[in-house]
């Protein structure tokens, strides 16, 4: 929550639109949502994720597919 918190004000002051979303502490729920945005259109795309991975891993697929749509990337 506090993280959350945090990069929402970051966000405010920057100027810019931050969407945080819960996992919920499930890898496979994570690497869902995610993906949503990877693969999404228009404005549902976001020009970056930063992540803290749910589980052991860092998504390498999902990270694979943002880097290669030309996301920032950040875990």
């Known amino acids: 929550m506090e993280q959350a918190a945090a990069a929402e004000e970051a966000a ?16 496979i729920l994570q690497s869902q949502q995610v993906l949503k ?3 999404g259109e228009g404005q549902i795309r976001p020009g970056a994720i930063i992540l803290e991975p ?10 694979g597919a943002a880097v290669s ?4 990337w950040v875990c």
Do not use: H, K, N
């Open 12 to 27: 405010s002051r920057l100027g810019i639109d931050v969407d945080v979303i819960y996992g919920e502490g499930d890898s």
């Open 37 to 39: 945005f990877v693969e």
């Open 54 to 63: 749910a589980g052991g891993t860092a998504l390498p697929q999902v990270a």
């Open 69 to 72: 749509a030309g996301m920032g």
